[in-house]
Structures are given as C-alpha cells and as structure tokens.
C-alpha cells in the first residue's frame, strides 16, 4: 500500500515505489545505518511485501548518507545476545529471502559495507559500487563469524582464497579492488549513482519477468550441485518459459523488429 509518497510506512528504512522500481534506503546515518533488530524486521517486511507485489520488478537498496552503506549488526545487540539464539534464522534468513526473491535486486553501495552490511550486499544480484566504496568482515575481531550468509556467498563469488584472506585478516577493500575481484559488478563515480541505477534498470525492465525470476533459480539452485543436475534445472525451467506469455511476445516482438511489451506476473 502506497501511504503518501512512501510504499511502506517504516521507521528506519526509507521506501519509494517509482513505476516498476521500489528504492529502499536504509536511513539511520547516524549510526552508519548499523543493521540492529528493527532495521532488520523492516528490510524483512519490504522484501516480503514487495516480493507479492506484481507491480514492482526491482528492488534498489542503498544506504543513507555518504559515509556508510551499511556498517554490520548492532554491537551492543550482538553482545547481549545468548548462544542459541544465533540458531534462529534472523539475518541469515532475510538475506535468503533477498537472494531467493522474484524480484532483481541490486546493492548500491556507497561508504562502509562490513560485516552484515557486507553480507547483505552479496545476498543482491547485483553490486554497484562508488570509488569511496569499503567492504571487509571484521566479526573475527569480535570472536565471531561472518553468519548471515558470507562464508558461504563471499567464497563463491570471489573464490575460497580471497574469502579465506578477508575473512582471516578483516582487511577492508575498496570498491576497485571489489570490482576487480568480482564482488561488485560496476564501478562509479559518487556523482554517477543515479544515471547508473537507471541504466542498470532500464536493461532489466526489458527483459521477460517469468524469465527473470527462472533464471536466478536456476543459477542459484544449480551452484552447488553437479552439472547434470544442474543442466536438468536449466532444462526444466526453459520448458516452463516456453510455456508462458512472455516467450510469445518476446519472440514475436524480435520478429516484428519492435520492443517487447511483457506483461508483469
């Protein structure tokens, strides 16, 4: 529901429905947008909502302020907090409802992205980074581990060795060094944030939405296991596409030499 100019009435986290596109922006600059529990519940109650919402087919997540994109869970609540409650899915359960939403989803990170800042920039399908860009995991610092999904994220996007260096040592990286090692997939200048956002999502919004939401299953399902499994998943979801509205127009569209009108599910 659209109350006012906001899509959701949240406390600490700014969301701007703008035709097919909901802007989330984490807004406590104050604390370097530090992810404590109620920032968590409301990033976990937009992505919901907006996952069951058939008018939106991105999701842009940045952070408020120039300093910090997100800087990692709240210390003091990660202090008070007892053994078994780090069983409970808590952050590591949003950031696999992000990774597994219909919805493309892209991390724009400007300033600090540590820790669980970090982690749920990896959980996006896309990164897009500033120059003034910092990523690192310094939870061993704190005689903890990276738990909201970044030992197992970071390695599969940068490899086990860098993983294992930038999880060992906390070093911070910058966003060239990020996009070089593919943690991030562009690389801006601060002044470029929005001419890149909309380029970004201009190139998603051409694309056939039931296609979208196959292909990151797909790529996210078949990972892990072996290749004629994963091959299988590839077959199965394009004979689920081939089904669909979406490839008749899409096709059609290629061969009327026009753009494709596809029609959001």
């Known amino acids: ?41 409301e990033i976990d109650q937009a992505v919901s909502t907006a996952d069951s919402d058939n008018s939106i087919r991105v999701i842009v997540i940045s952070g408020a302020g120039e300093k ?94 860098r993983a294992l260096d930038m999880i060992l040592t906390g070093k911070f990286i910058d966003g060239e060094e990020a996009e070089r090692i593919g943690l991030v997939s562009y690389i801006i200048e601060r002044e470029n944030i929005e001419s890149t956002i909309n380029e970004v999502t201009g190139h998603v919004l051409k694309k056939g939405p039931v296609a979208i939401q196959l292909v990151k299953q797909a790529i996210h399902k078949g990972y892990d296991i072996d290749s004629g499994a994963a091959l299988w998943i590839e077959k199965l979801s394009q004979a689920v596409a081939f089904g669909t509205e979406d490839k008749k127009e899409g096709t059609l569209a290629f061969l009327e030499k026009r753009q494709a009108q596809f029609q959001n599910r």
């Open 1 to 41: 529901m659209i109350i006012n100019d906001r899509y959701l009435d949240l406390k600490n986290i700014e969301a701007i429905k703008k035709e097919d596109i909901l802007y989330l922006t984490l807004n406590r600059p104050e604390t370097r947008n530090a992810l404590d529990e109620q920032m968590l519940l």
């Open 68 to 161: 910090s994109f997100a800087a990692g869970a709240s210390i003091q609540q990660l202090h008070e907090r007892p053994m078994l409650e780090a069983l409970v899915p808590g952050m590591q359960g949003i950031y696999n409802k992000i990774e597994n939403c219909t919805k493309v989803t892209i991390a724009v990170v400007d300033g600090y992205a540590l820790g669980g800042g970090c982690e749920l920039a990896i959980a996006c399908d896309i990164r897009i980074a500033t120059k003034n860009a910092k990523f690192g995991f310094p939870e061993l610092n704190l005689g903890i581990i990276p738990g909201a999904g970044g030992t197992k994220r970071l390695s599969r996007m940068v490899g086990k060795g």
